[in-house]
């Protein structure tokens, strides 16, 4: 086990629901992310959060809106997907936002259908 | 950009033999840190690379960076069942942005 933990692991879901994604990190660590992993893409950072501040967010739709309650917690809230989201959505964490390692959680195999 | 390229993005490899894959950007990087995920799992970070030709080894696993911090290897050797997995190289980048390459899948045959 790394130290993060992610909720609920598999998630089915049609294109005009609402459902959110739970990560909590156990680490004591400052800095945490959203990737999105897709088949034969590379991974994809979507949101960075350092302090719960967010300094990062890479051109992701508005229909994906995270939320950084505290340096522990991170939350992805989905509404009107589309099937093309369909993907393993992982959550890291890491000491700060710079030259350290990220430790990931186990991901939230999405199906959006 | 600041994109790495990783090569191959498939190999099979019979178990006993030896094994490498590669990783190359077209910049200049700060440092590169080599992942692992296996099927149906997570990345795991393996190594950091920092110093410009430095060479780490973990068991059986040899890593290194390149003279012009653009390039790096993993190299297995003697490999294992265990050694199935996605191995990942991530570049980081002046600005601290880490950038992930593909990943090279490797299927070890026994």
Known sequence: ETGVTQTPRHLVMGMTNKKSL???QHLGHNAMYWYK????????LMF???LEERVENNSVPSRFSPECPNSSHLFLHLHTLQPEDSALYLCASSPTVGHHEQYFGPGTRLTVT | GQQVMQIPQYQHVQEGEDFTTYCNSSTTLSNIQWYKQRPGGHPVFLIQLVKSGEVKKQKRL????GEAKKNSSLHITATQTTDVGTYFCAGRYGNNRLAFGKGNQVVVIP
Do not use: G, W
């Open chain 1, 22 to 24: 739970k990560c909590e």
């Open chain 1, 37 to 44: 992993q897709s088949a034969k893409k590379p991974l994809e």
């Open chain 1, 48 to 50: 960075v959060y350092s």
């Open chain 2, 62 to 65: 040899t890593f290194q960076f």
